[in-house]
């Protein structure tokens, strides 16, 4: 008979922490009372202890399966929920004082959002098709929760019925290509899928395709690619900007982690079946997410496209199918998550009391009146659009090399090609920053702590594009 021990259950202790943290915190909200601000704070230090305790007592030097195997603590997992806890402490901080600013301040968010969080650790350690669904829709239904946390604001709610009718039927087409899975192989184990579905009576069937096909249209949406992007502007501008930050950059880790999981190790013996699919999203995803981006007016339906068009990128590192390809996706989208973060941080410290700044034509002039935002942003911008020295490029180059390696050359011009298109509308607001006259708005709030961890953070999209080499050794070392 099996005895659980503590040195048995270490290996969940990010789940574990996080789960407990949200109880505590539900308690803390409930008798902070007028003393709101209490929740946030608490909220930080609670993603700050159970960063620690990860670090100290969740890693692994291999494979460790828990739960009759339906979790797997490996180093990638680790490494993920470090990065997630990082991320929606960040998405946090930053949304702070929005959120206080707008009145719309509550509990309810810093719950949510770890409850969201808690969702993508399940995902990132994901073993079975079981635990995948259930990660993805306790990420799933925390984001809708968010993203009409609002409750006055009638664009957000629109936004997020959109968001929760096309999240259920994506829900629905994922339950069902694992029914097919699970029919066609009598696994549910991530482990044992890939030989099952390999088998001799199944084994480059119709059944198998049709129930890889739903899994990736489900992945895709979850991804926000094309043509399973329709919820991403709309949520994207609809729902408050602490929300759309935190929408922007946490969920990433989790659907990489989703593919990753699914695909590169439930279906890897045959990833001819679903790499020919993830081609045509990303192909997809690049052209229609950087081609519409230019039509915009409004800087967070720019970066709704923009993020279409990333993932797109990212998506390519899925196609040659091998570790090195694995570990250059995983790489872009730690960088672009990182990125993501400044750029709606950005977009929230420009925000003013009186009104948001919405508009491209909003940031026309920031040069001239707050040149350390208008610095910070231009960071970001060039970053996003693959310009040396930042770390942007390295990401990109890194998923063109692969798809070189692979003997991709169409995709890697393809993706070279739509780069340069790209380039066009963040180079665009820079011109508005640094070479339009400048507009008649009220000055923006300074919040020194804020602008200092939002500059660290830029700067960290420096040093990785002068030093870029430690994370791909570090992605490839997980990725291995």
């Known amino acids: ?60 030097a291999g494979r460790t399966l828990l739960f009759g195997g339906l979790y797997v603590a490996d180093p990638l997992s680790v490494w993920l929920k470090l990065c997630a806890f990082l991320t929606v402490g960040l998405s946090l901080f930053y949304g702070e004082a929005y959120m206080e600013r707008r009145g719309v301040k509550g509990g309810e968010y810093y719950v949510l959002s770890l409850t969201a969080l808690l969702g993508i650790c399940v995902l990132a350690s994901a073993n079975s098709l079981l635990t995948v669904y259930i990660g993805v829709e306790l990420l799933s239904l925390s984001l809708y929760a968010l993203v009409a946390f609002d409750r006055d604001n009638g664009v957000a709610a629109e936004a997020a019925i959109k968001y929760f009718v096309l999240g259920a039927i994506a829900s629905g087409v994922m339950l069902y290509g694992m029914s097919l899975l699970y029919g066609l192989t009598g696994t549910l184990d991530l482990d044992h899928l890939s030989a099952a579905a390999l088998g001799p009576s199944t084994a480059s069937g119709a059944g198998i395709v049709i129930a890889v096909a739903f899994i990736v249209v489900a992945v895709a949406f979850k991804f ?26 946490a969920p990433k880790l989790g659907s990489f982690a989703l593919a990753a999981r699914l695909l590169t190790h439930g279906l890897q013996s045959d990833p001819q079946t679903w790499t020919q699919m993830v081609a045509v999203v990303a192909v997809l995803s690049l052209v229609l997410g950087n081609v519409v981006a230019i039509a915009q007016t409004s800087i967070r339906r720019m970066l709704a496209y923009s993020a279409i068009a990333n993932v797109g990128f990212l998506l390519l590192g899925f196609v040659p199918a091998n570790n090195a ?36 034509d909003d940031y026309k002039g920031l040069a001239a009146r707050d040149p350390r935002l208008a610095a910070l942003l231009a960071i970001t911008m060039l970053s996003t659009a693959g310009v040396p020295p930042f770390a942007g490029f390295w990401a990109k180059l890194w998923v063109i090399q692969s798809l070189l390696a692979g003997k991709f050359l169409w995709l890697a011009l393809l993706a070279m090609f739509t780069s340069v298109i790209g380039a066009f509308y963040y180079l665009r607001v820079i011109w508005y920053l640094y070479f339009e006259p400048s507009t008649d708005v009220p000055g923006i709030q300074r919040q020194p ?5 939002l500059a660290l953070n830029c700067l960290a999209l420096l040093a990785l594009g002068i030093l870029p080499g430690a994370l791909l050794r570090l992605c490839s070392g997980l990725m291995g």
């Open 449 to 453: 702590l804020l602008r200092g961890v």
């Open 224 to 249: 926000g690619a094309v043509p399973f992007h329709m919820w991403v502007p709309d949520v994207y501008a609809g729902a408050p900007a602490s929300v759309t930050l935190l929408l922007a950059t």
């Open 325 to 360: 390809a694995y570990a250059s996706s995983l790489n872009y989208t730690l960088i672009y998550v990182l990125t993501a973060l400044g750029s709606f941080g950005c977009v929230l410290l420009a925000a003013r009391t009186t009104g948001e700044a919405e508009e491209l």
């Open 1 to 60: 008979m099996d005895t659980t021990t503590w040195a048995s259950m270490q290996p969940a202790i990010p789940e574990i922490s996080l789960a407990a943290s949200i109880c505590a915190l539900l308690m803390t909200d409930s008798f902070a009372g007028a003393r709101r601000g209490l929740t946030a704070t608490v909220s930080l230090l609670l993603l700050a202890l159970c960063a620690s305790l990860t670090f100290g007592f969740g890693q692994v």
